[in-house]
């Protein structure tokens, strides 16, 4: 057992923030075991530094999700970081953070461990960032890809600074998603590297090509320069430049990986499978057939997107923004109501009391649309709540409607129909949100009635560590 090899996973998710060590198990029928797991929020989120940005700004203290990680390594066993072969790392995609080549960390020598603190570090635009606006996205290029370009994305971003701050950019030379930066300050690269996962994700690249569409954004006055590098997702960007919570200098880093497409690794047992990921977000992604290629030109209003994945292939899925974060504002509104009421009540016993409800109330006819947070597809609709009678007013059924309502909103993005088309023969449920919440579990049951089964909430972790492990696999077999 000793010699079998052990891979550390890492996904900087929007609410927490996640790590896993995995060993290779040949006798396990998916070839791994999970030697240990955490999770710590990251209770990151800042005032927003980019003057203009309103209150649809959504911002993120890069310090804090370092902070959260470094708890994360430190509760993992170090007998068994001593003897990690390789670093996967995973993160929240669409975001943007910018740094100074050379100056955006510094190790801290003298604890317990090295560690690395920010230093020429803008904060993290995320993914949830609504600055830009229909009109402004209208007024951008229309780019040479087949994905469209949303808010939240992080050229769409970058291209908003540049009309609104400018100076703010002058500060910078590299850029990347947070987890791009996490690799690039592990290994100490000169300039950041991006999987094609991330950077399709950001808008203006051409997954075919697999390249930038340097010349629109140049001729846009964009700051090309801030654009990574791109390399081959499960490939490797360096080597860690210092021991590290026990793990040896020199440790091998893979490019960092879409959350979205490491949680879809740790799942997708099948290329029949479909997984079913409701974290902050929800995805639905399944498996295109080899060799299937995306249209040439953007459909801002479809639905269903196709993302790249490993080896030159493509995810169907429909995005959702409206997941965990939905139920988190509605008990954030509940905590406030009984505020104003007087009454002191913690989030977390609210949450509680609410699920214990509605596991209670098995059905409702009330029906809530939850797009409190619009769709890309359709970035202009709200929320409702219809069919509501004196009958269907008790926190079990608000919660059981709210429940279905994030389950049924997906379905509609892509109906278990379309899923049949593509040979979906099983779910695979995964997410933080999806594995605490017993009502959206029956509510995933009562929406697509093909076997579901239910992992864990550590799953992009586990993801980008089984990339790196079966890379080193592949290497000693050859």
């Not at 068994?80 to 670093?87: A, C, D, E, F, W």
């Not at 001729?219 to 026990?246: K, Q």
């Not at 801002?300 to 994945?309: E, I, K, L, Q």
Request: aromatic share 8%.
């Amino acid at each position: 057992m000793a010699a079998r090899p052990i891979t550390l996973g890492i996904d900087l998710g929007t609410t927490s923030v996640k790590a896993a060590l995995l060993r290779a198990a040949p006798d396990e029928p998916s070839g791994f075991a999970v030697l240990a797991s955490c999770a710590r929020a990251a209770r990151a989120e800042a005032a927003v530094e980019s003057a203009g940005a309103g209150p649809q700004g959504r911002e993120q203290d890069v310090s804090r999700i370092l902070q959260a990680l470094h708890e994360c390594l430190a509760a993992l066993p170090r007998q068994h970081l001593r003897s990690v072969v390789g670093i996967g790392v995973s993160g929240q995609m669409h975001g943007v953070v910018f740094w100074k080549t050379g100056q955006g960390c510094e190790w801290i020598e003298g604890g317990i461990t090295p560690v690395f603190e920010p230093r020429a570090v803008s904060h993290l635009v995320t993914w949830q960032d609504g600055r830009c606006s229909s009109e402004f996205l209208a007024s951008l290029p229309p780019p040479k890809s087949h994905l469209s370009v949303a808010t939240g994305f992080g050229c769409a971003t970058i291209f908003w600074l540049l009309k609104y701050c400018p100076e703010f950019l002058k500060s910078y030379d590299a850029a990347g998603t947070i987890h791009d930066y996490v690799v690039a300050m592990l290994c100490g690269l000169p300039r950041p590297l991006m999987s094609d996962q991330n950077a399709a994700s950001w808008g203006y690249f051409n997954t075919q090509s697999q390249s930038w569409n340097v010349e629109i954004l140049r001729s846009s006055g964009f700051p090309v320069h801030l654009l990574p590098d791109i390399a081959e997702p499960g490939s490797v960007a360096g080597r860690t430049s210092h021991m590290w919570f026990e793990i040896p200098e020199g440790t091998e880093v893979g490019v960092a990986l879409g959350d979205l497409q490491a949680s879809v690794y740790s799942c997708m047992a099948q290329r029949t499978d479909a997984v079913l990921n409701i974290s902050t977000s929800v995805q639905l992604a399944a498996s295109m057939p080899s060799g299937f290629q995306p249209g040439e030109t953007p459909d801002p209003t479809a639905p269903v997107a196709y993302f790249p994945y490993f080896g030159r292939t493509y995810l169907g899925v429909a995005a959702s923004l409206n997941g965990g974060n939905v139920l988190a504002t509605f008990i954030h509104m509940l905590v406030h109501w009984m505020a104003d009421l007087g009454l002191e009540v913690e989030e977390s016993t609210v949450y509680s009391r609410m699920i214990q409800a509605a596991v209670q109330q098995r059905d409702t006819h009330l029906t809530i649309t939850p797009t409190v947070l619009g769709e890309r597809h359709l970035p202009d609709q709200l929320a409702s709540v219809t069919r509501i009678s004196s009958s269907d007013l008790s926190l079990g059924h608000v919660t059981r409607a709210l429940c279905r309502g994030i389950v049924q909103n997906l379905h509609s993005m892509l109906p278990i129909q379309q899923l049949q088309e593509w040979g979906v023969e099983r779910v695979m449920g995964s997410g933080s949100a999806l594995s605490r919440n017993q009502v959206l579990k029956q509510e995933v049951q009562r929406a697509f009635p093909l076997p579901v089964s239910f992992g864990q909430d550590v799953d992009a972790a586990v993801g980008a560590a089984l990339v790196m492990l079966r890379r080193h696999l592949d290497q000693k077999e050859s």
